[in-house]
C-alpha cells in the first residue's frame, strides 16, 4: 500500500514538472521593446542549445544558452535582421546550431533520407506482394486420390474403427 501511494505520487510529481513550461529566459535578458523581444524569442526557438543539443536555446537554463540568447538580443539591438543574426552564429558555430538545417547540397540526405526509405520500403513491400499472388498463382492443385488410396481412406475413415 504504502510502495503504490509512493508510486503514484513519483508519477504525478514526474507528470507535474514535465508539463510546467520553461523559464530558461532571465528577466535581465528581456528587451524593452516587445517586437525586437518578440523576434529574439522567434529566433532562440530556431537555435539549438549546444550543451543540451536537443533543446532551443529558448528552453535551455545552461550557461551557454544564456550567452547565445544575450548574443542574439544584441544583434537585434545592433539593427541585424533576423537572417543576418543565424547567417552570424552558423558562421560562428557552424550549421550544427540550427534547429532545423537549412537544406543545402550536403545536408540534402537529411532531407530526403527519409523519403528515400519510404519509397524503398513501398517498393520492397509491393515487391513481396507480387512476388507471392505470383507463386499462388503457379501453385497446381492436388492431383487426384488413386482408387486404392481412395479405399485406403475409406477404410481409415470408417466409424467405430478405433
Known amino acids: 500500500m504504502r510502495v503504490a501511494r ?5 508519477a504525478l510529481s514526474a507528470l507535474l514538472s514535465g508539463s510546467a513550461p520553461a523559464l530558461a529566459v532571465t528577466p535581465d535578458e528581456i528587451l524593452p ?3 525586437l523581444e518578440a523576434r529574439a524569442r522567434a529566433l532562440s526557438h530556431e537555435l539549438r542549445c549546444m550543451v543540451c543539443q536537443n533543446q532551443s536555446i529558448d528552453d535551455s537554463d545552461a550557461p551557454l ?5 544575450v548574443l542574439v538580443r544584441e544583434r537585434l539591438k545592433a539593427g541585424d535582421s533576423d537572417s543576418q543574426v543565424l547567417d552570424f552564429l552558423v558562421a560562428r ?3 550544427f546550431v540550427l534547429l532545423r538545417p ?3 547540397w550536403y545536408t540534402a ?14 517498393i520492397t513491400v509491393l515487391v513481396a506482394v507480387r512476388s507471392r499472388r505470383g507463386i499462388a498463382a503457379k501453385a497446381e492443385p492436388p492431383a487426384p486420390l488413386s482408387k486404392s488410396e481412395q479405399a485406403r481412406l475409406a477404410e481409415l475413415t470408417k466409424p467405430g474403427r478405433g
Not at 6 to 10: D, M, P, T, Y
Not at 65 to 69: E, F, G, I, S, V
Open 6 to 10: 509512493l508510486l503514484r505520487g513519483l
Open 33 to 35: 521593446d516587445p517586437q
Open 65 to 69: 544558452a544564456h550567452d547565445l540568447r
Open 93 to 95: 558555430y557552424g550549421e
Open 102 to 104: 537549412r537544406f543545402e
Open 109 to 122: 540526405p537529411l532531407w530526403l533520407a527519409p523519403i528515400g526509405l519510404l519509397l524503398i520500403g513501398g
